[in-house]
C-alpha cells in the first residue's frame, strides 16, 4: 500500500489520530508531546503514528495535509492542526466543541483545568 | 543574510504586519531533536496582520508557510506562529 493509501485508511478507521515524533507513551519531540499530553490528559481515545518510524509516512503526511511540520491532528477523517493550533483551540474550547460536535468522548473536568491552569 | 533575516523580510512583504516578532529560540532546545550548532533552527514568530481578517487558523499557519517558501520552511526544524488579525 502506498504511503497516501495507509494514511488514508488510518484517518477514516480512527476516529482521532495524532501523527507525532515518537508514541503517545514516549514522545520524542516537545511539541508532540505537548499535544499527545494535552489529549491523553484530557482522556481522549487516539491512535497515534510515529513518523519517525516510517520515513514514507513521515513525507507523505506532510504532502497529504499541506503542512510542513509534525505533530499533527486528525479528528474524523479531518485535519484539524499542528501544535500552536491545537494549544490555541484547547485554550479557547474549540478543541471541546469540535469533539463534542464530532461525538468523541473526553473529560470536560480536565480540559477546564487545563485552561484554569493556563489562564 | 541569516534565517531570522529572511523569515523578517518575508513576512514583511506578505503580510504588512503591524506586529511581527522573530525570536530564534534555539538555545531553549540545545540538546534536543533539530539543534543545529550556532542556533537559527527553532522560532517563535508572533505576527498581527489585517490580511488574516477572515482567515481559519489552518489558512492563516498556510498563508505563513507560502510565504516563507519551501526551502526555508525545510530548513527550519520547529516553527512556532502565533497569527493574529
Redesign the interface.
Known amino acids: 500500500m502506498s504511503a497516501v493509501d495507509t494514511i488514508k485508511q488510518t484517518v477514516t478507521a480512527n476516529d482521532v489520530v495524532l501523527f507525532m ?1 515518537g508514541t503517545k507513551t514516549m514522545p ?4 508532540s508531546s505537548r499535544v499527545a499530553g494535552v489529549l491523553n490528559y484530557m482522556g481522549v481515545e487516539f491512535a497515534d503514528v510515529n513518523v519517525l518510524a516510517d520515513e514514507d509516512i513521515r513525507q507523505g503526511i506532510k504532502e497529504y495535509s ?4 509534525i505533530p499533527q491532528l486528525y479528528v474524523k477523517g479531518e ?1 484539524v ?5 491545537i494549544t ?2 484547547t485554550l479557547s474550547g474549540e478543541l471541546d466543541q469540535l469533539l463534542e460536535k464530532s461525538g468523541i468522548s473526553f473529560d470536560k473536568a480536565a480540559a477546564d483545568k487545563i485552561r484554569e491552569t493556563n489562564a | 543574510m541569516s534565517r531570522t533575516e529572511k523569515i523578517r523580510v518575508a513576512l514583511e512583504a506578505a503580510f504588512q504586519p503591524r506586529v511581527l516578532e522573530v525570536i530564534d529560540d534555539s538555545e531553549s ?1 540545545r540538546g ?2 533539530g539543534y543545529q550548532e550556532g542556533g537559527e533552527s527553532h522560532f517563535n514568530v508572533t505576527l498581527e496582520s489585517d490580511k488574516f481578517r477572515g482567515l481559519s ?2 489558512a492563516r ?2 498563508a505563513v ?1 507560502a510565504a516563507l517558501g ?1 526551502e526555508l ?2 530548513e527550519i526544524h ?5 497569527l493574529r488579525d
Open positions: 515524533k520524542q519531540c516537545g511539541f499541506d503542512w510542513p511540520t485535519f492542526g499542528g501544535c500552536d493550533i490555541e483551540m | 532546545h534536543h531533536g487558523r489552518i499557519h498556510r508557510h519551501k520552511v525545510s520547529a516553527l512556532s506562529l502565533t
